[in-house]
């Protein structure tokens, strides 16, 4: 990774339109209806960025949205990328380091993710307050980007204090249940054995997935703070576990999307001039 890289892309996206976006969010899987309702001035397609890379996962449109919503200057990742599609731990982070150098000063991040926890249901909203990183490395291995943040980044508080403290209150606000749990992130792109359903719930997660850990671990590097929310859309129950399909993610996630965007929307909303 060449920070030179970053500042093409960032003034690629300048030159393009983006300027000085306030917040960041990243889109998961099926989790898009926020884009729905934006303001958009400018949506360019990843393969169209310096450096970027194609989405190559169908649920995912593969884009950079940027537009006004509650007068704040947001910009959107529609679809991210995965260690499972054959990408580096580089290429999966990359826009996390240019949306910061562009300018974002917090980012929000959703996902689809199975439940360990016994007590989540289908469509249940986690907000992440811990992870464990299953994957088989770390995206600020090799020479470090001093530009960027230091060399031996601190993790004692990965997410936001400041962040979930604010959806907390505003979930409680909507009447909107939001769970707080520790996500482990596992490389798929196959789902857990019941086995691992097993090892993971005895390592202390409470939800698994297959991304989001390499984006959070950058954006801490960088001191831009971050804030998660997960949707459940499927319950990893080793004792009774059922075949999962895409069509029941999808399906779960479309569902806890509409609370999702109605809680990052009042965030928005409610988010100090930044
Ligand atoms: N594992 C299990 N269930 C899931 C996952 C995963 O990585 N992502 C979404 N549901």
């Given at each position: 990774?060449?920070?030179?890289h970053i500042l093409e892309a960032v003034s690629f996206l300048k030159g393009s339109g983006i300027?000085?976006?306030?917040?960041?969010?990243?889109?998961?899987?099926?989790?898009?209806?926020?884009?729905?309702?934006?303001?958009?001035?400018v949506e360019i397609s990843y393969t169209d960025i310096p450096y970027f890379v194609e989405t190559?996962?169908?649920?995912?449109k593969g884009s950079l949205l940027f537009?006004?919503?509650?007068?704040?200057?947001?910009v959107m990742m529609r679809g991210r990328f995965?260690?499972?599609?054959?990408?580096?731990?580089?290429q999966?982070?990359f826009p996390v380091r240019v949306l910061?150098v562009l300018?974002?000063?917090?980012?929000?991040?959703?996902?689809?993710?199975?439940?360990?926890?016994?007590?989540?249901?289908?469509?249940?909203?986690?907000?992440?307050?811990?992870?464990?990183?299953?994957?088989?490395?770390?995206?600020?291995?090799?020479?470090?980007?001093?530009?960027?943040?230091?060399?031996?980044?601190?993790?004692?508080?990965?997410?936001?204090?400041?962040?979930?403290?604010?959806?907390?209150?505003?979930?409680?606000?909507?009447?909107?249940?939001?769970?707080?749990?520790?996500?482990?992130?596992?490389?798929?792109?196959?789902?857990?054995?019941?086995?691992?359903?097993?090892?993971?719930?005895?390592?202390?997660?409470?939800?698994?997935?297959?991304?989001?850990?390499?984006?959070?671990?950058?954006?801490?590097?960088?001191?831009?703070?971050?804030?998660?929310?997960?949707?459940?859309?499927?319950?990893?129950?080793?004792?009774?576990?059922?075949?999962?399909?895409?069509?029941?993610?999808?399906?779960?996630?479309?569902?806890?999307?509409?609370?999702?965007?109605?809680?990052?929307?009042?965030?928005?909303?409610?988010?100090?001039?930044?």
């Amino acid at each position: 990774m060449k920070y030179e890289h970053i500042l093409e892309a960032v003034s690629f996206l300048k030159g393009s339109g983006i300027d000085q976006p306030d917040i960041g969010l990243i889109l998961g899987t099926g989790l898009d209806k926020l884009a729905e309702i934006m303001h958009k001035e400018v949506e360019i397609s990843y393969t169209d960025i310096p450096y970027f890379v194609e989405t190559t996962v169908e649920a995912h449109k593969g884009s950079l949205l940027f537009g006004t919503h509650h007068g704040k200057k947001i910009v959107m990742m529609r679809g991210r990328f995965h260690l499972y599609e054959g990408y580096s731990f580089d290429q999966i982070t990359f826009p996390v380091r240019v949306l910061k150098v562009l300018g974002i000063k917090q980012l929000l991040v959703s996902n689809a993710s199975g439940a360990l926890n016994p007590s989540y249901s289908l469509s249940d909203l986690v907000l992440l307050d811990d992870h464990i990183n299953f994957l088989p490395g770390n995206p600020l291995t090799g020479r470090n980007i001093h530009e960027l943040g230091p060399r031996f980044p601190d993790l004692s508080q990965p997410y936001d204090p400041v962040m979930n403290k604010q959806l907390k209150q505003l979930a409680e606000t909507l009447d909107i249940a939001l769970f707080e749990g520790v996500y482990a992130a596992w490389t798929g792109p196959s789902l857990e054995t019941r086995a691992e359903y097993r090892f993971l719930r005895n390592a202390g997660a409470d939800v698994v997935g297959m991304s989001t850990v390499p984006e959070v671990i950058v954006a801490n590097h960088m001191k831009l703070p971050v804030a998660v929310v997960s949707v459940v859309t499927d319950l990893c129950d080793p004792d009774n576990l059922q075949p999962l399909t895409i069509e029941q993610v999808l399906h779960h996630a479309n569902k806890g999307s509409r609370k999702l965007s109605r809680l990052f929307d009042k965030y928005i909303q409610t988010a100090p001039e930044l």
